[in-house]
């Protein structure tokens, strides 16, 4: 969190007091986003007043919120007096910034209210307390972060995957694919190449705004339907399951494979992009904290979790593919490769 403290108050503070003002930290950067604090400071300082007048607040409950996002790190003090969006707020949380935290701060505070409150009956039954792709599909605005954000990511990892698939071949089936950035990029590389992206109905849309901007109508196509059921086709020469497998379980994962496997031609070849549990060595603290983190909410949210590469590995053998490999990508990213064998 964005509270820096020394190495000796560190060490002088109870590790769950930190938890507890980070939570708090995190809620309350939450509401002053919700409320269009950060938003209505991108303009430079304000007075209460108008800061209020400008969010619909009134200045008394204002001035609490703010005083805590200042220690908090996420707004500063200015001259007036006046309150300014900290460096690393204006960094980060600026939407109209190429790269921008804000989808993922709006999506996470929605989904940690919502839906971690059954953890403990998950971890007691192994079983998911909720459907989170059916939440999803309820709220607009959350999907419409939960997609902006993973376009945000996708955006950064794009060149690193081009540069790793340098032989996709002619017809790329990209499942989960929604916002269409690795099929864009993909297609931009390889020009005799068209790709079919396939995701939830309103999944599709940012990638459907892409796709138009990119002027590829004629080469990606967007299957709406679920991945379970829909016809997929055959004869694709390489699949991208990105950031899809950790959705499901093992059954999931195992039926996934086969459905895959039917839609390859024999030597097409599966990409699979995930963090994996056994994490690259060397890995940072925080970003194994947050591969942990992030396994619980996948256990809670929809059933899945992070699986080790020898897991996927295994179940796609089973399914019939090859030659598996593992590549690193970029921090704990990472992509197992792998080829149909013929039949
Ligand atoms: C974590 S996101 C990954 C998106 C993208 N592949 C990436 O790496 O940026 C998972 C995607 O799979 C889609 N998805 C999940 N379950 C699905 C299902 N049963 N059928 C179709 N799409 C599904 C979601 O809507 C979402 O776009």
Redesign the pocket.
């Known amino acids: 969190m964005p509270l820096y403290l020394d190495p000796d108050e560190l060490r002088g503070t109870p590790g769950p007091h930190l938890d507890l003002i980070g939570a708090m930290a995190f809620r309350a950067a939450g509401a002053a986003q919700r409320l269009g604090v950060f938003e209505a400071l991108l303009g430079g300082p304000l007075p209460v007043a108008d800061l209020a007048a400008r969010t619909g607040t009134g200045p008394a409950g204002l001035v609490v919120l703010l005083d805590a996002l200042v220690s908090f790190g996420y707004l500063e003090r200015a001259p007036g007096p006046a309150y300014a969006n900290s460096p690393m707020a204006a960094d980060l949380l600026d939407r109209r910034a190429p790269w921008t935290y804000a989808p993922a701060l709006a999506f996470w505070q929605d989904l940690l209210a919502e839906l971690w409150d059954g953890l403990e009956e998950s971890v007691r039954t192994g079983r998911p307390q909720a459907d989170f ?1 059916a939440w999803l599909e309820e709220r607009p605005d959350t999907l419409a972060d939960f997609q902006a954000m ?1 376009d945000g ?2 955006a950064a990892r794009a060149p690193l995957v081009a540069e790793a698939v340098p032989d996709p071949g002619e017809r790329l089936l990209d499942l ?4 269409a950035r690795h099929s864009i990029a993909l297609c931009r590389a390889h020009p005799r190449l068209t790709a079919t992206v ?3 109905p309103n ?1 599709l849309a940012g990638g459907r705004a892409r796709v138009a901007e990119a002027g590829l109508g004629d080469r990606v196509t967007l299957l709406p339907g ?3 059921e829909v016809d997929l086709g055959s004869g694709y020469d390489t699949a991208l399951l ?3 497998c950790h ?1 499901f379980d093992e059954a999931g994962n195992r039926a996934l494979f086969k459905r895959v496997a039917g839609a390859l031609r024999p030597g097409g070849r599966v990409l699979v ?1 995930e963090s994996f549990a056994d994490l690259p060595p060397g890995t940072p603290a925080a970003a194994e904290a947050f591969v942990r983190a992030f396994s619980l909410n996948l256990a809670v949210t929809q059933g899945g979790r992070i699986h080790a590469f020898g897991e996927v590995a295994g179940w796609l053998a089973d399914a019939g593919f090859g030659g598996i490999e593992r590549r690193p990508l970029q921090g704990t990213d990472e992509l197992l490769v792998a080829r149909l064998e013929a039949p």
Do not use: T
Request: a negative charge; proline letters at 0%.
């Open positions: 792709y993973l990511m996708a989960g694919g929604g916002h396939v995701d939830l999944a679920d991945l379970a990105f950031n899809l959705g992009l």
